[in-house]
């Protein structure tokens, strides 16, 4: 066999080599066998594939100048079940981690949606200030389907604010709140233990933002090589909550009424010289977090009341499907009946 290899598959790997030993020259063996084999004479090594060569990032210098954003899905309350409101106890853990110092913040939601990621930013925002870049994955609530198309609703929500949105090509490329993930996913959870078996959204934040959390920080966090902030405060002018919010435009009716997600919306008379009914005009929808609406046309502000849908129509009763069951018999005038082209064909047959 090894004759056969030198002579005529030199360089093959023992898989394919044995296919083509027992093809062609009617000689099996294992692979691992010719392997050995092989090795054992020189005629073969074991490539192992090299890993993707990856550069260091440092630190950025200063808090506030990067932040990475994720949401870890996790068996967080081990089994107590709880979750939102019952039910599973997997839930998912957004976690914000600054770039320069490693400082944490956390709170638990349902799932990592849109709205998780509004409110886990608004509140980050609120509490330590706007970043000047936040560093997420791909997830569809972030990434775009077309790359030259418009952004996501979170995309838009950055650019008003002027933060900068980093996508992350790899798991790697923000490992530092990936591994902040394993090692909550750790404390975290054996502190819920001792805490008495907490078994709830509800009660896991609470022992997030009053005790867990700036304990975690104490130990963890590092000195960033400056001291600046570039934290950006959240002004009132800001509107943060109409910011942070899901926007689409939709169009007037010849009512001057707009629908949003099965409701109703009336414009007032007072906006009739906007001409806003007429084709092509649309106007801009915002709900907000509490479920409040903001309607806008060209920057001004709309009023409006919400109003009742019109009643269903009715179905009408259907109809019983008709059916002829009298058989049709052809008069004697007719021309099956007295064509001469067709032997055997008589009047009444």
């Known amino acids: 066999?090894?004759?056969?290899?030198?002579?005529?598959?030199?360089?093959?790997?023992?898989?394919?080599?044995?296919?083509?030993?027992?093809?062609?020259?009617?000689?099996?063996?294992?692979?691992?066998?010719?392997?050995?084999?092989?090795?054992?004479?020189?005629?073969?090594?074991?490539?192992?594939?090299?890993?993707?060569?990856?550069?260091?990032?440092?630190?950025?210098?200063?808090?506030?100048?990067?932040?990475?954003?994720d949401g870890?899905?996790?068996?967080?309350?081990?089994?107590?079940?709880?979750?939102?409101?019952?039910?599973?106890?997997?839930?998912?853990l957004m976690v914000m981690v600054d770039d320069a110092t490693g400082r944490a913040w956390a709170r638990f939601y349902d799932r990592e949606t849109l709205a998780a990621a509004f409110d886990a930013f608004g509140r980050y925002a609120r509490s330590r200030g706007l970043p000047l870049a936040l560093y997420v994955d791909k997830a569809g609530i972030y990434r775009p389907d077309d790359p030259d198309g418009p952004p996501t609703?979170?995309?838009?929500?950055?650019?008003?604010?002027?933060?900068?949105?980093?996508?992350?090509?790899?798991?790697?490329?923000?490992?530092?709140?990936?591994r902040m993930n394993g090692t909550l996913q750790d404390r975290l959870c054996k502190a819920m233990r001792l805490a008495g078996g907490v078994s709830s959204i509800?009660?896991?934040?609470?022992?997030?933002?009053?005790?867990?959390?700036?304990?975690?920080?104490?130990?963890?966090?590092?000195?960033?090589?400056d001291q600046a902030d570039a934290h950006r405060r959240v002004t009132r002018?800001?509107?943060?909550?109409?910011?942070?919010?899901?926007?689409?435009?939709?169009?007037?009716?010849?009512?001057?009424?707009?629908?949003?997600?099965?409701?109703?919306l009336q414009?007032?008379?007072?906006?009739?010289?906007?001409?806003?009914?007429?084709?092509?005009?649309?106007?801009?929808?915002?709900?907000r977090a509490d479920g409040s609406l903001r309607l806008r046309y060209d920057g001004a502000e709309l009023t409006w009341a919400e109003v009742a849908r019109r009643p269903a129509m009715a179905r009408a009763k259907a109809k019983?499907?008709?059916?002829?069951n009298k058989r049709h018999k052809p008069p004697a005038d007719h021309p099956f009946n007295r064509n001469p082209a067709c032997p055997g064909s008589r009047p009444g047959r």
Not at 320 to 324: G, L
């Open 153 to 178: 609703q979170f995309g838009r929500a950055m650019a008003e604010l002027g933060v900068e949105l980093i996508l992350a090509n790899s798991p790697q490329a923000k490992g530092r709140v990936e």
């Open 267 to 287: 414009l007032d008379a007072r906006h009739a010289g906007l001409d806003l009914a007429r084709p092509g005009r649309r106007v801009e929808v915002g709900e």
């Open 1 to 69: 066999m090894l004759k056969l290899y030198r002579a005529k598959y030199p360089g093959f790997g023992p898989t394919l080599a044995c296919e083509y030993l027992a093809a062609d020259d009617r000689v099996s063996v294992s692979a691992d066998t010719l392997g050995r084999w092989l090795r054992a004479e020189g005629l073969f090594a074991r490539r192992r594939k090299r890993s993707t060569h990856r550069r260091r990032r440092p630190r950025r210098s200063c808090r506030g100048a990067l932040v990475q954003m």
């Open 237 to 264: 002018a800001m509107r943060l909550a109409d910011v942070l919010c899901e926007r689409a435009e939709r169009a007037v009716v010849r009512d001057w009424c707009v629908q949003w997600r099965g409701r109703v």
């Open 320 to 324: 019983r499907p008709v059916t002829n």
């Open 202 to 225: 509800a009660a896991a934040n609470a022992l997030l933002d009053g005790s867990f959390l700036a304990a975690f920080n104490r130990k963890f966090a590092i000195a960033p090589a």
């Open 72 to 92: 870890s899905w996790h068996d967080w309350f081990e089994g107590r079940g709880g979750g939102g409101g019952g039910g599973a106890a997997w839930c998912c």
